[in-house]
Antibody
Framework: QVQLVQSGAEVRTPGSSVKVSCKAS????????ISWVRQTPGQGPEWMGR????????NYVEMFQGRVTITADKSTSTVYMELSSLRSEDTAVYYC???????????WGQGTLVTVSS | DILMTQSPATLSVSPGERATLSCRAS??????LAWYQQKPGQAPRLLIY???TRAAGIPARFSGSGSETEFTLSISSLESEDFAVYYC?????????FGQGTKLEI
């Protein structure tokens, strides 16, 4: 059974950065894609980007391009998402998800609340 | 980007009844469409992919249909655990986008 365990809640000030981790187990880490999706209160989810660790392929959604960096540590089966130049609108729950066939989010982490406030 | 529009925003249905939720894509996505269920405080859960294929462990009362720009998620004989928010998501081309959701309430 695939399990994704994310790091805990974070509070940041505007202009700073945050790095959230997602440790995978039970799947095939190197060949599975992992995506990052965020959700602001009352809104639908927003796909931010995805990584396929075994080929080091990363895709970012244009609206986050330049601010988001997704990386993977194959030795620990952990994927990271770093978001920089934070603003209040980035306050959201951030999820990682195993991405079946690189396009379908079939297993999700528990979510990490990131709060951006001065 | 492909815009996904869901309707209605809120659907009030009684347990035991049938619910029909709609999702429209701003351009054709073939059958590259998934449905997710989300309960308060939880991550979304995959229900349907390929427009009509149920994900592992999803009860048969959930069914999906449609292609290109018009899609439907049907839930026959609603149970109390089905009251949640439902999202559609296309994966025709990057970036993959979600609808704004339909809240299914009692």
């Amino acid at each position: 059974q695939v399990q994704l365990v994310q790091s805990g809640a974070e509070v940041r000030t505007p202009g700073s950065s945050v790095k959230v981790s997602c440790k995978a187990s039970g799947g095939t880490f190197t060949t599975d894609a992992i995506s990052w999706v965020r959700q602001t209160p009352g809104q639908g989810p927003e796909w931010m980007g995805r990584i396929i660790p075994n080929i080091d392929l990363v895709n970012y959604v244009e609206m986050f391009q330049g601010r988001v960096t997704i990386t993977a540590d194959k030795s620990t089966s952990t994927v990271y998402m770093e978001l920089s130049s934070l603003r209040s609108e980035d306050t959201a729950v951030y999820y990682c998800a195993r991405t079946f066939r690189d396009v379908i989010l079939d297993y999700w982490g528990q979510g990490t609340l990131v709060t951006v406030s001065s | 980007d492909i815009l996904m529009t869901q309707s209605p925003a809120t659907l009030s249905v009684s347990p035991g009844e049938r619910a029909t939720l709609s999702c429209r894509a701003s351009q054709g996505v073939s059958i590259n469409l998934a449905w997710y269920q989300q309960k308060p405080g939880q991550a979304p859960r995959l229900l349907i992919y390929g427009a009509s294929t149920r994900a592992a462990g999803i009860p048969a009362r959930f069914s999906g249909s449609g292609s290109e720009t018009e899609f439907t998620l049907s839930i026959s004989s609603l149970e109390s655990e089905d009251f949640a928010v439902y999202y559609c998501q296309h994966y025709k081309k990057w970036p993959y986008t979600f609808g704004q959701g339909t809240k299914l309430e009692i």
